[in-house]
């Protein structure tokens, strides 16, 4: 679930609805935001870490469901200037654990390894995971 808006200063913005990694080893989702594909993804790297980080898609990859490019429109830029933060909170002993990325700013392309943002790594215990992806697309 996306819910995306216009911001002030002529920035596009979009925070990325939750998703909950549970038992699953891998969790993936493609999303498409204002012409943009990016993929989403969780990764348990063993019992108490995970790592969560996006990357860009071409719209042309094979995966994508054909519902994401039917009705949207497709960006055809070679590179896009993103704002990004990457958020987890968990529950633990009735008490919220909470982990993000700084703001991060990067260029995203479509070739590696320009096409992976930041991973943000964590150490829990709690199950479900809640991960929010918030974007911020600077005027370019």
Same mark, same amino acid.
């Given at each position: 679930? @996306? &819910?995306?808006?216009?911001?002030?200063?002529?920035?596009?913005?979009?925070?990325?609805?939750?998703?909950?990694?549970? +038992?699953? $080893?891998?969790? *993936?989702?493609?999303? @498409?935001?204002?012409?943009? #594909?990016? +993929?989403?993804?969780?990764?348990?790297? /063993?019992?108490?870490?995970?790592?969560?980080?996006?990357? &860009?898609?071409?719209?042309? /990859?094979? =995966? #994508? %469901? *054909? !519902?994401?490019? +039917?009705?949207?429109?497709? *960006?055809?830029?070679? =590179?896009?200037?993103?704002?990004?933060?990457?958020? @987890?909170?968990?529950?633990? /002993?009735?008490?919220?654990? =909470?982990?993000?990325?700084? =703001?991060? $700013?990067?260029?995203?392309?479509?070739?590696? %390894?320009?096409?992976?943002?930041?991973?943000?790594?964590?150490? $829990?215990?709690?199950? %479900?995971?809640?991960?929010?992806?918030? #974007?911020? #697309? %600077? &005027? !370019?």
């Amino acid at each position: 679930m @996306a &819910r995306c808006r216009v911001q002030r200063q002529n920035c596009l913005s979009s925070t990325v609805g939750m998703f909950k990694l549970m +038992e699953y $080893t891998t969790h *993936s989702k493609v999303i @498409a935001v204002y012409g943009f #594909f990016f +993929e989403i993804k969780g990764i348990k790297n /063993d019992t108490t870490s995970y790592s969560f980080y996006m990357q &860009r898609k071409r719209h042309t /990859d094979v =995966e #994508f %469901p *054909s !519902s994401l490019c +039917e009705h949207g429109i497709v *960006s055809l830029r070679p =590179e896009r200037l993103v704002k990004y933060k990457i958020s @987890a909170q968990t529950l633990v /002993d009735g008490k919220w654990q =909470e982990f993000r990325t700084n =703001e991060v $700013t990067q260029k995203f392309r479509c070739i590696k %390894p320009s096409c992976k943002s930041q991973v943000l790594k964590i150490q $829990t215990v709690g199950i %479900p995971i809640y991960v929010s992806f918030s #974007f911020i #697309f %600077p &005027r !370019s």
